[in-house]
T-cell receptor, first 111, second 113 residues
């Protein structure tokens, strides 16, 4: 049984560009949450998707947007990248929104 | 504002010793308290979790102690091993926010052989 998978593993972008990160949840899970983890910090909640709708959002600007597909996979889009967006982006999936299982993350570097 | 405060920031323990990491919270609406273990370059892995209706939960060498009145909870790692060297995060969640996890800043544990 595959766990949460994310792609790509690493990504380097230039300031001002746009990026799309992808996540496939653990089998049987229908809820996907995205977190940003800066170096040396705990993960910070970006938003959560359930039934293809954004159900909850953290304190992130509108440059961060997402989507959930009918197969429960999800995308995180970030527009107008800033140097401060450099971080590990984590996807977590759950079935009942309580126990959340994280993927390996996508390391985004903005230069 | 940090919803969950974690200490210490780093911890060095000798092999076979007990590692103790502490967390405190303010929001009494929190009703689920997981601990995650993260190795360098990996995502956090769910280690153990507790709800406020019990004061202690044990799984193998890992124990969570929970003090509802003090709004504190802690992770104890018995017989610490070099393979336990990782960053540990406490977190909290309240049902009304539908699964949003609030994380502490993390504790970097090093177990010397």
């Amino acid at each position: 049984d595959a766990g949460v998978t994310q792609s790509p593993t690493h990504l380097i972008k230039t300031r001002g560009q746009q990026v799309t990160l992808r996540c496939s949840p653990k089998s049987g899970h229908d809820t996907v949450s995205w977190y940003q983890q800066a170096l040396g910090q705990g993960p910070q909640f970006i938003f959560q998707y359930y039934e293809e709708e954004e159900r909850q959002r953290g304190n992130f600007p509108d440059r961060f947007s997402g989507h959930q597909f009918p197969n429960y996979s999800s995308e995180l889009n970030v527009n107008a990248l800033l140097l401060g967006d450099s971080a590990l982006y984590l996807c977590a999936s759950s079935r009942d929104s309580v126990e959340q299982y994280f993927g390996p993350g996508t390391r985004l570097t903005v230069t | 504002q940090q919803q969950v405060k974690q200490s210490p920031q780093s911890l060095i323990v000798q092999k076979g010793g007990i590692s103790i990491i502490n967390c405190a919270y303010e929001n009494t609406a929190f009703d689920y308290f997981p601990w995650y273990q993260q190795f360098p370059g990996k995502g956090p892995a769910l280690l153990i979790a507790i709800r406020p209706d019990v004061s202690e939960k044990k799984e193998g060498r890992f124990t969570i102690s929970f003090n509802k009145s003090a709004k504190q909870f802690s992770l104890h790692i018995m017989d610490s091993q070099p393979g336990d060297s990782a960053t540990y995060f406490c977190a909290a969640n309240r049902g009304s926010t539908l699964g949003r996890l609030y994380f502490g800043r993390g504790t970097q544990l090093t177990v010397w052989p």
